[in-house]
């Protein structure tokens, strides 16, 4: 495997997905591992991230310099390679300017690193500090115009180390790069294919677990539909699938989730149906977080009657299936900032004691976990699904969550996406949903004055969901959804469209 070693920075998933997109198997360590720990992953190869700080500066993450007489090559990125030069010698100090967007980058050597990707292309540069005198030992194998040492290596020890981001898109050549060093420099083999990844977790899971039972919380989300079918293939009957109907779902969800997984699937499906129980609790309460709290421990007290009851009719049951996917283990360079919301999910249930955990989508992305979905034959509308948080629409309703407000919300949303879909804009949006503020104003209907409620719509572009922009949708798709809502939906009459980055905004309204 490739390792990569993260100093903190923005992209270091990102570099992860560029060398899983080649098929070459990667993981993401923070810089605070131990040269034991990572001797112990056996690397053929270790690239270094870019990060925030300063190599310069006091207390700035170091990794033990031993990585480089692991006999291993080492790309540098960024920081990554500031490090490099500041171990070895070289100088690094603060740009007068910071640099950020596309400069051209003049190869001045022939390079394994750059091999086939010709003299000049854009590369994209985000930083302040430069590497502005190469170590001994190091040549000088590209600049720019403003960075004198924009890429160097030493060719004995297999040590190089780039200014600029090949990981990301706007590097012309990244991907071409990152190629070089896994095949050219590392000598990988392409071996990780989501495939044969599938079929060997199958059979994994079902050496694992034998003929033990095991329990599946389902959302219908991604991630606990992917794992449950691959649970499923390995286990087949004595896999048992709860999925909650907390009554916070989209317009129809609920039926759909059951049809597939009961009718295509042919799974030990349980659904409960607690829409009113999970109403009641919420009866007068406006304030956020404590929504949020009594959904997620309503959540896991249904679960535990539902275990309790199965107990009861199959015997024990030996595991918890999991949908926990690569980007929530991945312990990062930094660490994180404060608690913005206290999530919830179906993946969030407490670690009982009398369960062994079964995640069978730890080492994966988004969107390889889409493509073992794929490759399980789970239907596109749940395997594109976008992201849908636990909470539900309790979080898109602003103050308290009546049935009467649920249904404005669904009935929009509903037309929202529908719209979306017609205009074939599903798959060029990130996230994209209704809300209902809590607002109600003057409007006038035929010649009636009215007073109802407004309904925002929010559609936002991500990665990962940390940071976000609004998406820029026509004003003739605003347009009809708006006119659809109004007409359409009893007890609206204006409609705003949110035009708020995160942040300062966050996604979702609570
Ligand atoms: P925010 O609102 O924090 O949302 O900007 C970022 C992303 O996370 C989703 N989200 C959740 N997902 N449980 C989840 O599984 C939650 O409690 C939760 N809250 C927010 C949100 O939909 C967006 O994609």
């Known amino acids: 495997m490739i390792l990569i070693i993260d100093f903190g920075a923005q992209y270091s998933q990102l570099i992860a997905r560029r060398v899983r997109e080649a098929n070459v198997y990667c993981e993401i360590i923070p810089y605070t ?5 990572i001797r112990e992953k056996t690397p053929k190869g270790i690239i270094l991230s870019g990060g925030p700080a300063s190599v310069y500066a006091e207390n700035a993450p170091k990794i033990d310099r031993e990585i480089f007489n692991l006999g291993v090559p080492v790309l540098g990125i960024c920081y990554g390679g500031q490090f490099i030069a500041q171990e070895f010698g070289g100088q690094v100090r603060k740009a007068d300017f910071r640099e950020y967007g596309r400069t051209k980058l003049n190869i001045l050597s022939d390079d394994r690193l750059f091999k086939d990707i010709g003299q000049n292309s854009l590369c ?72 044969d990844y599938t079929k060997y977790s199958i059979e994994r899971i079902k050496k694992e677990v034998g003929d033990k039972k095991a329990l599946c919380a389902l959302s219908g989300g991604v991630d606990s539909s992917v794992a449950a079918v691959m649970v499923h293939k390995a286990l087949g009957s004595n896999l048992i699938c709860v999925f909650v109907d907390h009554g916070l779902l989209r317009k129809d969800e609920g039926d759909q989730v059951e049809r597939v997984f009961r009718e295509k699937f042919n799974m030990n499906l349980i659904r409960v149906n607690a829409q009113e129980r999970f109403l009641s609790k919420l009866a007068g309460v406006t304030e956020p977080e404590k929504k949020r709290k009594i959904i997620g421990e309503e959540f896991i ?18 595991y918890l299936v999991q949908g926990t996917i690569y980007p929530d283990v991945i312990e990062s360079g930094t660490s994180t900032a404060s608690v913005i919301k206290s999530h919830h999910n179906v993946g969030g249930l407490p670690d009982d004691v009398d369960f062994e955990l079964l995640e069978p989508l730890r080492q994966l992305f988004k969107d390889e976990v889409r493509q073992v979905g794929r490759e399980l034959g789970i239907p ?131």
Not at 133 to 159: H, L
Not at 169 to 186: A, D, M, P, V, Y
Not at 301 to 314: D, G, H, I, S, T
């Open 124 to 195: 994209w540069m985000s930083h302040t500090d430069f590497i502005e005198r190469a170590p001994e030992g190091f040549e000088i194998t590209a600049n720019t115009d403003s960075c004198p040492v924009c890429a160097m290596r030493n060719e004995e020890k297999e040590i190089y180390a780039v200014q600029f981001h090949p990981e990301v898109e706007h590097t012309e050549k990244g991907r071409e790069i990152i190629s070089n060093f896994l095949f050219n420099i590392c000598k990988m083999n392409k071996d990780w294919n989501i495939g």
């Open 380 to 510: 596109e509308e749940i395997v594109e699904r976008q992201p849908f948080p636990g909470p539900g629409l309790a979080i898109r309703c602003l103050g308290e969550v009546t049935e009467d407000k649920l249904k404005i919300i669904r009935e929009a949303d509903f037309i929202f996406r529908d719209e979306i879909k017609k205009a074939g804009l599903q798959n060029k949006i990130w996230q994209y949903f209704a809300a209902l503020p809590n607002i109600r104003s003057v409007g006038v209907m035929g010649d009636e004055r009215t007073y109802s409620h407004t309904v925002t719509l929010r559609a936002v572009n991500s990665t990962d969901g940390m940071t976000s922009d609004w998406a820029r949708i026509p004003y003739e798709v605003l347009e009809k959804v708006s006119t659809r809502i109004v007409n359409e939906v009893d007890n609206v009459n204006r409609i705003v469209y949110d035009i708020t980055s995160k942040p300062p905004a966050t996604i979702e309204y609570e």
């Open 33 to 37: 591992y131990t040269i034991e720990r």
């Open 301 to 318: 007290r249904v679960f535990e009657e539902e275990k309790q009851k199965l107990k009861k009719e199959f015997g024990h049951i030996d």
